[in-house]
């Protein structure tokens, strides 16, 4: 299946950032204790392929526009998203592509 198949949003964006997505990997997928008690597998999954295709969810502006230029720069990249109403988790990549870290916030 092609990426595009997959992810059919990539062809609004731009040639550099689709250069950049090509490259992100996520490394050892990491859930905390609490994250992996309460999370949905299913959820937690499309929320992945969200992070690693670009789309950071819930995150602020800010945030979004940093993980813009980490894809570029090599830097961590966070992404927020939701489950249920009130159920927020973060998806968290190392600037190295290592790993990442599924973890609830800390309101949860």
Known sequence: MSETAIYPFVNE?????QAALK???TGNVIFTTEALRR???EDVYH???RHRAGDWG???TDGAR??????IDGKRICSVYQ???ATEFWIIT???RSSTTICLTNNQ
Do not use: M, Y
């Not at 964006?13 to 950032?17: F, N």
């Not at 940093?66 to 894809?71: I, P």
């Open 58 to 60: 819930d995150i602020a």
């Open 23 to 25: 490259k992100f990997q």
């Open 94 to 96: 190392e600037w190295d």
């Open 47 to 49: 929320a992945l392929a």
């Open 39 to 41: 999370l949905p597998t």
């Open 66 to 71: 940093r993980n813009d230029r980490a894809l």
């Open 83 to 85: 489950v249920h109403i």
């Open 13 to 17: 964006w731009s040639t550099q950032r």
